[in-house]
T-cell receptor, first 114, second 116 residues
Framework: NAGVTQTPKFQVLKTGQSMTLQCAQD?????MSWYRQDPGMGLRLIHY???????DQGEVPNGYNVSRSTTEDFPLRLLSAAPSQTSVYFC?????????????FGSGTQLSVL | AQSVAQPEDQVNVAEGNPLTVKCTYS??????LFWYVQYPNRGLQFLLK??????LVKGSYGFEAEFNKSQTSFHLKKPSALVSDSALYFC??????????????FGQGTTLQVKP
């Protein structure tokens, strides 16, 4: 049982480049979310999804897109990377029917935008 | 607006001593409160939660947390710290009036350093 898997673990981009951070979970969780972690600011919600085909914005959605075509996958797309997007990104999932606030996190993607 | 504050960036304790990591919150309605821990180069892991009931909540790895409604606080505690408890600790909250979609508001985190 792998839990929540994020790829890549590290990435360096140049300003203006685009990329997709991958997230997959094998727990059949309905809810999935993306957070960014910055020093002194904790975790901030970027986008979340309550099920396949349904996504919504979180606290800091600008510059990011998401889609949820399957229950398992929730990729995060950076459209045109900016230095302000340098951060550690975490994907999380939880069950709608069992302890919805018990989030299971991936191990993170450390992104640097030069 | 919902918010969580962790007033200490870092807490230092000696192994075997009791530890406290502080958290205060502001929410609409009754609070649902949580503690998560992050070990180096890992994702966050759930420690414990308070929804309702007894003000002292017990969680994983010997940790407990005390809910105080009048002080709007939810401090994490452990009677005897271990070096292996050294990690980054996050307090999180959801208000009962907020939608139940798994979204949490996280504090900025407190680094716990336990020295031998």
């Amino acid at each position: 049982n792998a839990g929540v898997t994020q790829t890549p673990k590290f990435q360096v981009l140049k300003t203006g480049q685009s990329m997709t951070l991958q997230c997959a979970q094998d727990m059949n969780h309905e809810y999935m979310s993306w957070y960014r972690q910055d020093p002194g600011m904790g975790l901030r919600l970027i986008h979340y999804s309550v099920g396949a085909g349904i996504t919504d914005q979180g606290e800091v959605p600008n510059g990011y897109n998401v889609s949820r075509s399957t229950t398992e996958d929730f990729p995060l797309r950076l459209l045109s990377a900016a230095p302000s997007q340098t951060s550690v990104y975490f994907c999380a999932s939880s069950s709608r029917t069992r302890d919805v606030e018990k989030l299971f996190f991936g191990s993170g993607t450390q992104l640097s935008v030069l | 607006a919902q918010s969580v504050a962790q007033p200490e960036d870092q807490v230092n304790v000696a192994e075997g001593n009791p530890l406290t990591v502080k958290c205060t919150y502001s929410v609409s309605g009754n609070p649902y409160l949580f503690w998560y821990v992050q070990y180096p180069n890992r994702g966050l892991q759930f420690l414990l939660k308070y929804i309702t009931g007894d003000n002292l909540v017990k969680g994983s790895y010997g940790f407990e947390a005390e809910f105080n409604k009048s002080q709007t606080s939810f401090h994490l505690k452990k009677p005897s710290a271990l070096v292996s408890d050294s990690a980054l600790y996050f307090c999180a909250v959801r208000g009962s009036l907020a939608s139940n979609t798994g979204k949490l508001i996280f504090g900025q985190g407190t680094t716990l350093q336990v020295k031998p």
